[in-house]
C-alpha cells in the first residue's frame, strides 16, 4: 500500500508537459525497486515467518542509495559495509525510516530534505545512523514507535512500529533522539557476519 501511495504521489505532481520526461525517467528507474520489494513482500506473506527470513549479502551503501532515490531524498553517507542480514527484516526497516523523512518534507519540492547516513562496523554487527534537521521540532520521540500513531495525517502509524518489531526479534535494535542541533536522528544496530567492510576495500 506504500510503494502504491509513493507512486500515485509522484505522478500526481506532473503539472507540464516540459516535466513528463523527468517523471518517465523516475518511474523507469524507481519501478524495479518497488517490484523487488513487493516480490518480496508476498513471498513473506504466503506463509514465511520473520524468524525465517532468509540471509542475503547487503551492500549497504548501495541498498540505501537506491531507497534514497526512491523516496527522493538527497543523502549524504559516509561508511560503507557488505554484511549478510535477514532478506526483508533490513529491507523493510531502512525502508520505513527513509519514508519517514520523505514524509516530513514540503508537497510540491522535487527533492526532499537532506539525509545524514552513517554506516559503520562493530565488531558483532553494524551500526546505520540517519540524521537530518527538515523535521518538525515538536515529534514526541515516545511515540514514534507506537502502533496507529502517526505525525503526519495521512499516515498509517505502523511503519516505524514494524520495523523496530523486525529488527527486535533479530537481536537489533531501532532508536531515535533528538540531536544537541536539534536535528532528527534514527540509530539501528543490527547483528551479523561482516563481509567487507571500507577499510577493506581501501586496502584491496
Not at 538527497?74 to 533490513?90: K, R
Not at 525510516?97 to 547516513?117: A, M, T, V
Not at 514507535?145 to 505525525?151: D, G, I, L
Not at 523486525?166 to 537489533?172: K, R
Request: glycine fraction near 8%.
Amino acid at each position: 500500500a506504500q510503494f502504491i501511495q509513493l507512486m500515485d504521489d509522484h505522478l500526481a505532481t506532473v503539472p507540464t508537459d516540459n516535466e513528463r520526461r523527468q517523471t518517465l525517467k523516475y518511474l523507469r528507474e524507481a519501478t524495479p525497486l518497488i517490484r523487488e520489494r513487493a516480490d518480496r513482500i508476498v513471498r513473506a506473506l504466503k506463509g514465511r515467518q520473520p524468524q525465517d527470513d532468509p540471509l542475503r549479502p547487503y551492500r549497504l551503501r548501495g541498498e540505501i542509495e537506491q531507497l534514497c532515490r526512491l523516496h527522493r531524498l538527497d543523502c549524504e553517507i559516509q561508511g560503507s559495509v557488505d554484511m549478510l542480514a535477514p532478506e526483508h527484516t533490513l529491507d523493510s526497516a531502512l525502508d520505513n525510516i527513509l519514508k519517514n523523512y520523505s514524509d516530513f518534507s514540503q508537497p510540491g519540492k522535487r527533492r526532499q530534505p537532506l539525509i545524514h547516513i552513517g554506516i559503520s562496523e562493530t565488531g558483532e554487527g553494524v551500526d546505520i545512523t540517519f540524521e537530518s534537521q527538515h523535521t518538525p521540532p515538536d515529534i514526541p520521540l515516545e511515540r514514534l514507535f507506537e502502533p496507529f500513531w502517526s505525525s503526519t495525517p495521512d499516515g498509517m502509524g505502523i511503519g516505524l512500529y514494524q520495523a523496530k518489531q523486525l529488527l527486535e526479534m533479530h537481536g537489533g535494535k531501532l532508536g531515535a533522539r533528538k540531536t544537541e542541533n536539534g536535528a532528527l536522528q534514527f540509530q539501528v544496530s543490527l547483528p551479523g557476519e561482516i563481509l567487507c567492510t571500507e577499510a577493506d576495500v581501501g586496502r584491496l
